[in-house]
């Protein structure tokens, strides 16, 4: 078991809905047990999207955000986001700009994994408001790990 190594967030964000971008970053700044760091890679939003982003992070010196000069696309995007971490994290983290966290998914991750190279977690499925559309996504999918 990993304990006490901080967890590096990387989330992508592209024109993000203010009021679900707030609920993803309230969910991270929620979570218990675990030192984590989030690296915000911003995909050349106008400046409006990217001042509701900074107002959202404020000055908490947990987050850090950088703006890309032009569009990448979600995937190069996400590469983006993940280049930007140092060296010292070993463990990182995904997550969208419309996520809402478990207060305990870092530190449940982060004990899991074991001697693993990766670990992930089902999701729910929700409308805006929360409510639930599916209880699960992984399993209703196919999984082709052998």
């Known amino acids: 078991m990993v304990k006490h190594l901080a967890i590096a967030v990387c989330m992508a964000t592209y024109e993000p ?3 679900l971008l707030r609920q993803q970053v309230d969910s991270i700044r929620e979570q218990l047990d675990c030192e984590w760091h989030c690296f915000i890679s911003d995909d050349h939003s106008g400046p ?7 107002d959202t992070i404020a000055d908490d010196e947990r987050f850090t955000l950088s703006r890309s000069h032009v569009n990448l696309g979600f995937y190069r995007n996400f590469e983006r986001t993940i280049g930007m971490v140092p060296d010292e994290y070993e463990l990182f983290a995904l997550c969208d700009q ?8 870092l530190s449940t991750l982060r004990d899991g994994i074991g001697e693993a190279r ?6 729910r499925v929700v409308h805006e408001d929360g409510s639930l559309i599916e209880g699960t996504y992984w399993g209703t999918r196919q999984n082709n790990f052998e």
């Open 48 to 54: 409006e999207a990217l001042r509701a982003i900074e």
């Open 118 to 123: 990766l670990i992930f977690s089902d999701q």
């Open 17 to 19: 809905d203010p009021a």
């Open 98 to 105: 419309d996520d809402r966290w478990h207060p305990d998914k």
